[in-house]
């Protein structure tokens, strides 16, 4: 039986539950994005890990036309490059965006 009290457990409000917690999480993962922007460009120490850079640099080589291997330290597979290609024409944060949204849906 959905909708009703299962057990001593009410599935609406669980369900209603799961969905702000959904909400709260997206809003401050847009938050920590633009946070994260704005840190970057102003503190030395960058809050992006160097990881992002390596992916944007290759998705970037794949944009051209060329293989995310000419980028000397980047050893991951081709997919990861391919889906932040938006980075190079649409917006440098399109990726954490993305990612962002996985760790949402997982």
């Known amino acids: 039986m959905l909708g009703g009290i299962v ?3 009410d599935v609406e ?3 209603k539950s799961i969905q702000s917690l959904l909400i ?3 809003i401050l ?7 994260g922007q704005w840190l970057d460009s ?3 120490v960058r809050y992006t890990d160097v990881y992002y850079l390596v992916f944007s640099d290759a998705a970037a080589l ?3 036309g060329k ?28 990726g954490k965006f993305l990612f962002s949204a996985a ?4």
Do not use: D
């Not at 993962?29 to 946070?35: A, G, M, P, Q």
């Not at 980028?71 to 944060?93: D, G």
């Not at 760790?103 to 997982?106: A, H, L, P």
């Open 29 to 35: 993962r847009v938050f920590l994005i633009f946070y």
């Open 24 to 26: 709260f999480s997206a």
């Open 42 to 44: 102003h503190l030395e």
């Open 103 to 106: 760790g949402i849906s997982c």
């Open 13 to 15: 409000m669980a369900k």
């Open 7 to 9: 057990g001593g457990f």
């Open 62 to 64: 794949m944009a051209t």
């Open 67 to 94: 293989s995310p291997y000419e980028r000397s330290t980047y050893r991951y597979s081709p997919l990861i490059a391919f889906l932040l290609m938006p980075n190079s024409f649409l917006h440098q944060l399109w």
